[in-house]
């Protein structure tokens, strides 16, 4: 889109396209066809130039596409090239769409060969037996920068193997975007969840309802999982055991489902049902909603629309607070695994420790997005990132703030107060808590009898993954 | 004089109007997506703008339009490299498949009797195993090949399902053709394998076009052993490229999606029609003379 | 030796028999030995556990639900295009102005990658930008433009719309076929039917239909095939929901073998799929042979 970046990869893809466009038939043909030698024909990244250090060799890297273009430009173009030179590796990075990180993962793990570092968006618990445990490197950058979020250790550690099974690298918050305007025409705020739930009515009045989906995406897991936190109703407890359907968990979820089923009643369409990932955004960009939560893409994407009307009135705010607290999830979880496999584990490993000591720049190239998961990674801590991000230019000035009070205060994992295990990992792909708070608002179930389905689901997931050693 | 076209017209009048109501409801996706991958992004992601055309609406409706998502697919995502991919993979994959196919077919047409039935549906069923089910299992055999993230994977693993497929249309069309051929043929001197290339092959043309089209439909069309088995975006065919690339997170570039779409369905869909004519001619025509 | 039958046969069908039997049968036999473990995460290996994972599936709701959905996705989806392929076919086979243009709208369905015309649809029930919808709402008035109907949000109208994408697709197909059946049918059986006075509808019904019942019965055998052993379009549209209503075995398997770590039960319910369609299969190619007029 930008002239920058359609320069820079047509640096990178010049000689890709020339072989392939170019040469005759027969030519195209071979150099496609055999297996690692596009890789070094292409030569997206140079030659190797210091055969005989210790480190010289190869080294895999697949992760996400960055919702933001320029960032895995940057990455990919910029800064694993100067890694790369300066520890005489070769580093070739691959960008996947996140839907299918989970399937490109187990096809790699059934192959036995693939990437050596993989970064998934969510904690990989599923993945542990297959993965180096990285107590070491957590260790030397701990040593370095201090301890690491607590976000971070309950999103990697296993307290049964006592093992690390990732490396955190990064975390986004997932702040309430809303639009001033409507919200002050319609006196409404957004400081507690009842205040949402009186004031969905009068926004969906005003044209401009309330975006909360109950959806089988991320944006709808995220955010109800938030709520039932706000509300006391947790799945697991310190100890990774289940315990929805216990006490003030059971009593917060059920709660938390009537209050969903009101919203969606008297303040909501049944659009929510049918989201994906993108349609908060889309709505939100298209005027029609008055808040959802999401990440900044959000936000960012309606700078780069151009349409200032609506950026300059996009606020962020944290999560409003329930009867019980105010906390939300991460919206994305960087961890990095090491599979067993990998060929060059030394340099997955001194990369990983290198780029979480470097973080500052990844902070501001990814517009905010990336926090990272040791917060000393950026010298200052958080009152340095607070600065950081108070110099961003759009309107209101000092909007991003916000995120950093988020960061530090209201941001947990998936699972919390327990550890983001296998038995959440599953819970958490299969869209089982956006099906339960759908079924309720949709009259399919009573709230009690949708938190007593899901516990005993959760307990047999749970007996599955015990069987298996993991939890 | 003047009557005449006008009864060809009312002749013709229940052709149009069946065929042209089905016409317009299949092709009305592409219509949309012709109409979409032009829109500036503040046209499209407004929901009370009409969608049907381009807005603000004017005169020199173009004005409205813009070509930057198309320029963005062939700058700034490896599209051009993933066309060729397809390409290649459909053409080599259907050579692979004729080769097994054809003699396998009309072995079993001709030369198997009784088992040959037997045979002819097992090969069926064979095909009817699902790639989800196939795909985890196939990664270690790809990986230990060596063949991880290239296209020699897709190449060596499609033809599992083309030639079942093809083995078993080729089957068919070859026992349409009557013996009486061949044995005119044999009598002639020729031997089993010159009567097979001089006589039946070329007879059966429509049934190998035929066969060539659904291959190259089916390799063109999947989709999971393309995902998994590749992750360099330069090596990728467009089932996996596509949505990868232009799908980030939770932004979707409609635009550029639909124009990606677009491309090779119509050049697609036009390489079937010119076929279609000859082999429904070669139906008509050809051995039943 | 080679003209000998015996020899040339085998000989023939060895090379196709060998790949098939490498690169299918290996993988194949090594998925059922998985769907009788308890492997997890991507692993190859776990400990064996019988037909543990078959029933566990089988009384499974959701797993009842996704077989449920399998067979109602397929069968209305292939009705609704073995009645239009049979309807258009008739008509296409003549000549007419403008035909080649639209054969080539109706091919257009089936020529786009299932995939990416998949998500073509996506945008067009998109939950909010949905051209259907703006259509209904805004331009005739039919529905409520601030709560148009979710066609990927409510259990009944997802379905609806995977059976509307699937028949969408598979239609031209089976076109294609009808229109290499009509055209093999002999000239003479049309010379004839001339003579008796059958012409119009009554040849449609007594000749035309009858003649074609084996060439309908191998489109519709492929169009089961191919929506039945489909994910890309569940897949794409609605990922199996809302709230899992529009699972079939494929997507589930998906669901439960990929994204949830459970291998060993994901190609269990894989497996379920594979006697579903043989049985199928070979009802139809009996059928077919049966009605063959020779």
Redesign the interface.
Known sequence: MSETSSELDAQGTELSRGDVLKRAGAAAFAVSMFGALPDKALGFYGPLRYQHKQLAGELKILQWAHFVPSYDQWLDNTYVKQWGEKNDVEVKIDHINNALLFSTASSEVAAQSGHDLYQFISPPSSFQKQVLPLNDIVQEVTKKVGPMSRVGLRSTYNPRTKAFFGFPDNYAPDPVQYRRSILAEADVNLRTWEDVRKGAPKLKQAGHPVGLGMSNEIDSNMMLISLLYCHGGFLQDEDNKIVLNTGSSRKGAIEALELMRDIYRNGMSDEIFAWTAASNNQAFLAGRLSMTLNAISIARSAESSGNTGLSDDTWLASIPRGPVTRLGNEHVMGVYVIWRFAKNKEAAKKFLVDQQLGYREHFTRSLYYNFPAWTGAIKGGFKAIREMTKQDTHKPRGKYTILTTIAEKYTTNVGHPGNSNAVIDEIFNRYLIPQMFAQVAQGKTTPADAVRDLDREAKTIFRKWRNAGLV | MAAEPLRAVRR?L???L???P???V??F??Y??LV?MFKE??D????QN???VFNPLQWKFWESATT?HIE?LF??T?Y??WL??TA?VGV?VVAITL???L??G???AR??GSWG?T?G?G??????????????????????L???????SLI??Y??FT??FA?WLLM?FFK?IPQELEDAALVDGC???QALLRIVFPVSL?GIL?VVIFAF?LC??E??YA???I?????RT???G????L??????F?QS??A??LI???V??????SF??R??KG??GGA?R | MLENRRVLAPLLIAPAVIFIGLVVGVPFCWAIYLSMTDAIGGSLSGNWVGFDNFTTAWSDANFQKALRNTLIITFASQAIVLVGAAVLSHYLIRDFRGKWFLRLLIILPWAAPVALGTLGWLWIFDSLFSVINWTLGHALGVVDPSDPPQWLGRPNLALLSVIMVQAWRVLPFAVIIFLAGLASIPTEVDDASQIDGATGIKKLLYVTLPLQLPIALVALLFGIVFTAADFAVVYVLTQGGPFNSTQMLTTWSFQIGVNSGSLGAGAAISLFLFPLLAVVSIAMLFFARRAQVS
């Open positions: 013709k229940p052709t149009y069946v065929v042209a089905f016409a317009i299949l092709a996706p592409f949309w997506m979409t992004d503040l499209l992601y407004n929901a009409v969608p049907y930057k963005f700058e700034d490896q051009t490299n060729v991919n290649i080599v080769v097994f196919a003699p396998a009309y072995a079993l030369l198997s039935q045979a549906i090969i069926f069923l064979v095909y009817l195993i699902p790639p989800t089910l196939l795909f985890l299992p196939l990664s270690p055999v790809v990986a230990r060596g063949l991880q993230n290239s296209l020699l060596l693993v033809p599992s030639i079942p083995t068919g349409t031997s089993r394998i429509p035929t439909s063109v069309n989709f999971i995902f998994t088995f992750s360099s975006s330069e090596n467009i089932s996996s596509v949505p990868n690339e799908i980030r997170g939770d932004v979707f409609w999606l639909m990606a779409t090779p369905s119509i697609l869909a036009l390489l079937y029609n279609l004519d082999f429904i139906f008509t039943f």
